[in-house]
């Protein structure tokens, strides 16, 4: 009888935890855009891959179904249905208790760590249904809950068990709450990106994906045996790599550190950081750790065969990174991190732990492989000539072009010096520019029309880029400078337009031109796109204009399908937007600049992979895949209000 009342209590307890979580979803999942939906996802996909980490599990399934729901499933031992002392399945306490790892007083169980270490329930307090089947035991049991509350009687205080297995697992199926969700179809490339990642980050482990959703079934295996080898191969498969990719691993104070590096021949570093499998935007404390000591041994070998001389002054560590791609991958037992985003590992073992590997190894590998080691020191000289070849230039250009505002003759600047409320508008053409200059709010909406294109930042050295007029301009108009390997003169607080909003035409050379755009700031103003200025203009493809009642905007070919379905029998003209240059003064204010009526979609390039791929999708040649690529992202489109 205590018993019981104490779980009474208890699940009093378990259902205004749940309710906090519904109250306030962001606090647990970020947002509840379609970030935050993808991240349900993740949530539960990290809990098979702690499986994995436990040794038990190597294949993880995860399935995108017609409903709208979303299945994953592992074949691992299953979640423990046992009666816990609580007087519920383990499992029951799992889905319903915040926190429950640590409740169980088994923190150590738990690696990867989702991200706030509350997964299953938060997840289950999203979803409008959540289904449990665990095979253990020769049996299969089944749980069910919704929005968070268990919705199937237990037998005799155990889950009813459905059938029976000889296998063993667990398979979760939810569906996300529409009521809390603003967007709830999920981004099958974002999922397809996060599995792929998930596999180079533990090789020996399968992630299959099924696409149920639309017509066909798309189905995608990711398996790489070779791990982070294999995934630094993969961001440089397009370029011209000087060195093989370079691996070393190791142990220190309980932390485990795996690293793996290539150089190519270009001018930029490209350094990912991983703790528990989880990306870290912002890198943190083991990449600095790594780059430190990499630093001093590069610098070491470079006076020891006779790169540097006595009166030379040591590479810059930016020197010694030019031209590197590298994976960091740490597993810490007590990840912490800092700042608002979390993106960015804190714990000063980390960085002890990633020096010390490298101190330790580094000299194992480049003492028995000279050319590599030839390669880096060579890489690291021509960095540092250009540098000091380029450091005066820099400085004489940044320091007349620095504050000249309105001299700039192409930009057509706005009249608030509100930057919280200004927005500059960077436009493909000359004529575009010129309509988009006469249909703006001048009082906060700025014009910059560039020409032809842009250069490709990821292909040219610093000197040629500084050189770009279209660049220069943009760099003047922003204000805040820009950050490049030699120092960093960005300065955020400068800018001058809370948004930069990238207005291209609809079609594959617009696309290309926003990808070149995208990839100059993600080198040289990361921070435009962390901090979320960049935007990128969603002009309609078409517009409708029915006999009566009011014209509407349409943006892609399945909207016109819908309009078309919705008005089989109406009859009403329709208008084809070839670009923006076709658009009137005001249609184009209608329909790309009035805050009311646009599409914008913000830029956000939290995933390193996702953000590789882009590159690698519209920078190649091939024009199918990009295709496919831009209609997914655009149909994912938020309205900006
Ligand atoms: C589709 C999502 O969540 N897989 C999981 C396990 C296995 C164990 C476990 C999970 C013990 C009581 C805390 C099994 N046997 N896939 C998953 N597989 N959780 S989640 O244990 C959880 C702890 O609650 C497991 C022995 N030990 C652990």
């Known amino acids: 009888m205590a018993k019981k009342d104490n779980y009474d209590e208890n699940s009093i307890q378990v259902l205004e935890g749940l309710e906090a979580v519904r109250r306030r ?59 816990h002392e609580k007087g519920v399945p383990a499992e029951r306490l799992v889905y319903t208790t915040l926190h429950a790892g640590g409740k169980f007083g088994n923190d150590a169980y738990k690696t990867s760590g989702g991200l706030h270490g509350v997964g299953s329930s938060v997840v289950n307090a999203l979803s409008a249904y959540l289904d449990v089947l665990v095979k253990r035991d020769g049996a299969i049991h089944h749980d069910r809950f919704r929005r968070g509350r268990p919705d199937i009687d237990l037998v005799n205080g155990f889950l009813p068990i459905v059938g029976r297995a000889k296998e ?110 989880i990306y870290n935007a912002d890198g943190g404390t083991h990449l600095t750790g790594f780059k430190t000591a990499f630093t ?96 005066k230039t820099k400085n004489s250009l940044l320091s007349r072009q ?20 200004c927005e500059i508008f960077i436009v493909e053409g000359d004529s575009a520019g010129g309509s988009a200059k006469t249909a703006r709010d001048r009082n906060y909406q700025a014009i910059l029309p560039i020409r032809g294109k842009i250069l490709n930042v990821e292909k040219a050295s610093i000197d040629k880029i500084l050189a770009n007029a279209e660049i220069k301009t943009m760099i003047t108009s922003f204000g805040c400078g820009f950050s490049e390997g030699y120092g960093n003169d960005f300065d955020i607080s400068k800018l001058r337009y809370d948004k ?48 009566k009642g009011e014209g509407e905007y349409l943006y892609d070919d399945r909207a016109l399908e819908r309009y078309r379905n919705r008005h089989k029998r109406e009859k009403f003209a329709l208008q084809r937007y070839k670009g923006l240059g076709e658009m009137d003064p005001d249609q184009l204010w209608e329909t790309t600049l009035d805050p009311k009526t646009r599409r914008l979609r913000r830029i956000e390039i939290g995933d390193a992979k996702l953000s590789s791929d882009i590159t690698e999708i519209l920078m190649g040649t091939d024009v199918p895949p990009r295709r496919d690529f831009i209609y997914e992202h655009a149909r994912d489109a938020e309205l900006d209000v």
């Not at 667990?170 to 996060?194: Q, W, Y």
């Open 168 to 277: 063993t697992g667990t398979t979760v199926n939810f569906l996300p709450d529409p009521d809390i969700f603003e967007i709830t179809r999920f981004s099958a490339a974002e999922v397809k990106s996060r599995l792929h990642e998930t596999a180079y980050l533990n090789p020996g482990l399968t992630m299959a994906f099924t696409d149920k959703r639309d017509g066909e079934e798309k189905k995608e295996l990711y398996h790489e045996e070779d791990g982070l080898v294999g995934y630094v191969r993969e961001l440089n498969k397009n370029a011209e790599c000087l060195t093989e990719p370079i691996y070393m691993r190791g142990r220190d104070e309980g932390i485990q550190v795996e690293i793996a590096f290539q150089y190519v021949n270009e001018f930029h570093e490209n350094i990912l950081g991983y703790c528990n499998n």
């Open 500 to 547: 930069i909003i990238i207005m291209a035409d609809a079609d594959v050379d617009g696309a290309h031109i926003g990808t070149l755009l995208l990839t100059l700031f993600y080198r040289y103003m990361p921070e435009l796109i962390t901090e979320g200025h960049i935007y990128v203009a969603m002009p309609p493809l078409y517009k409708v204009i029915p006999q």
């Open 296 to 391: 001093t041994v590069m610098n070491n070998y470079a006076r020891e065969i006779g790169v540097l001389k006595e009166k030379d002054a040591n590479f810059t560590g930016a020197d010694i990174r030019s031209g590197m791609t590298a994976v960091i991958s740490v597993k810490h037992p007590d990840p912490r991190f800092e700042g608002q985003t979390k993106t960015k590992l804190d714990n000063p073992d980390a960085s002890r732990a990633a020096a010390k590997v490298v101190t330790e190894e580094a000299p194992h590998y480049f003492d028995r492989n000279i050319e590599a080691l030839k390669a880096v020191l060579s890489s690291a000289e021509k960095s540092a000539r250009i540098r000091k070849a380029e450091e």
């Open 402 to 421: 620095k504050y000249s505002f309105d001299t700039n003759g192409k930009l057509a600047n706005c009249i608030s010096r509100d930057a919280s409320k």
């Open 25 to 83: 979803p962001g606090m647990y999942i970020g947002s509840t855009s379609r970030k935050g939906l993808n991240h349900l996802i993740y949530e539960i996909v990290d809990n098979a891959v702690d499986e994995h980490l436990a040794g038990y599990c190597d294949r993880i399934e995860v399935i995108l179904e017609k409903d709208g729901s979303c299945t994953v499933s592992d074949n691992g031992r299953g979640i423990p249905v046992g009666m």
